[in-house]
Nanobody, 117 residues
Framework: QVQLVESGGGLVQAGGSLRLSCTAS??????????MAWYRQAPGKQRELVAT???????TYTDVVKGRFTISRDNSKNTVYLEMNSLKPEETAVYYC?????????WGQGTQVTVSS
């Protein structure tokens, strides 16, 4: 079992920045964690993958956030971050942290990000 706790959401104006944090209940260097990721779900839309990071630090991003968002990790704190810059109103959503551990996906409770125009 893995518990994930997100924080850092809030209200920001378009063009602004936020940093989300996701702290895991286990060591994120555990080799049984395939990857950790951030997803988001806007009202009335399906949950979408935003970014991933592996144990080795390899990162991937969905095209619409490339160059603006950065996923990173602090192994000493068992925490994964999502730095979001140049935010757009259409990126208003609940942002979820996820960990694939032993091929099972675990989810946090989500943190609301609201971008005002």
């Amino acid at each position: 079992q893995v518990q994930l706790v997100e924080s850092g959401g809030g209200l920001v104006q378009a063009g602004g920045s936020l940093r989300l944090s996701c702290t895991a209940s286990i060591s994120i260097t555990d080799l049984n964690i395939n990857f950790m990721a951030w997803y988001r779900q806007a009202p009335g839309k399906q949950r979408e993958l935003v970014a991933t990071i592996t144990n080795g630090g390899h990162t991937t991003y969905t095209d619409v956030v490339k160059g603006r968002f950065t996923i990173s990790r602090d192994n000493s704190k068992n925490t994964v971050y999502l730095e979001m810059n140049s935010l757009k109103p259409e990126e208003t959503a609940v942002y979820y942290c996820s960990a694939r551990y032993w091929l099972t996906d675990y989810w946090g409770q989500g943190t609301q990000v609201t971008v005002s125009s």
